[in-house]
T-cell receptor, first 113, second 114 residues
Framework: KNQVEQSPQSLIILEGKNCTLQCNYTVSPFSNLRWYKQDTGRGPVSLTIMTFSENTKSNGRYTATLDADTKQSSLHITASQLSDSASYICVVRGGGATNKLIFGTGTLLAVQP | GAGVSQSPSNKVTEKGKDVELRCDPISGHTALYWYRQSLGQGLEFLIYFQGNSAPDKSGLPSDRFSAERTGGSVSTLTIQRTQQEDSAVYLC????????????FGPGTRLLVL
């Protein structure tokens, strides 16, 4: 069954600290993996996208990694800011006939001053 | 327009009533998606429109749900005879063929069925 699991479900960190969010998937075949940021009351906004051959992708203080062999991805946030408080959603697109987007349930991050 | 817009932003209705949710995609985007996001749950795919092709309705949970996209632009998601379990945030997204499949989401419509 094609699934995307994220951990932790929620996380509280102090402003300025770093954190890493995890995404494990069982989607096969695989096309690409995206990380989205969803602020409360808003729609998700794309942060990064990675294909099978990409291991890392950065977007400012956000760095995503992908290990297609172990089917794991991480999103690392450096020097967190209060505005980073949001839900972070991992989304995997299946390849071939399984051309579907499969969403993780997200990690809720709260950055405290 | 700047982005995807949805209306209404909030909708409270009584069980059994019909509701219509509207999505205005980014101008020029040929693909349009509807998703449902329940509290504590991941986004659930509902329906996908791409240009003039037949829509992918594989995510619609029941025949009470339907969607139209007129003129390749505005889309309306209709829920008939609403049930309490239909309460959720309904998100619309659009993407362009040459945009790397990035989906741009609207702010969502928060539906509460009493």
């Amino acid at each position: 069954k094609n699934q995307v699991e994220q951990s932790p479900q929620s996380l509280i960190i102090l402003e300025g600290k770093n954190c890493t969010l995890q995404c494990n998937y069982t989607v096969s075949p695989f096309s690409n993996l995206r990380w989205y940021k969803q602020d409360t009351g808003r729609g998700p906004v794309s942060l990064t996208i990675m294909t099978f051959s990409e291991n890392t992708k950065s977007n400012g203080r956000y760095t995503a990694t992908l290990d297609a062999d172990t089917k794991q991805s991480s999103l690392h946030i450096t020097a967190s800011q209060l505005s980073d408080s949001a839900s972070y959603i991992c989304v995997v697109r299946g390849g071939g006939a399984t051309n579907k987007l499969i969403f993780g349930t997200g990690t809720l991050l709260a950055v405290q001053p | 327009g700047a982005g995807v817009s949805q209306s209404p932003s909030n909708k409270v209705t009584e069980k059994g009533k019909d509701v219509e949710l509207r999505c205005d995609p980014i101008s020029g985007h040929t693909a349009l998606y509807w998703y449902r996001q329940s509290l504590g749950q991941g986004l659930e795919f509902l329906i996908y429109f791409q240009g003039n092709s037949a829509p992918d309705k594989s995510g619609l949970p029941s025949d009470r749900f339907s969607a139209e996209r007129t003129g390749g632009s505005v889309s309306t998601l209709t829920i008939q005879r609403t049930q309490q379990e239909d309460s959720a945030v309904y998100l619309c997204a659009s993407s362009s063929p040459g945009g790397g499949e990035t989906q741009y989401f609207g702010p969502g419509t928060r539906l509460l069925v009493l």
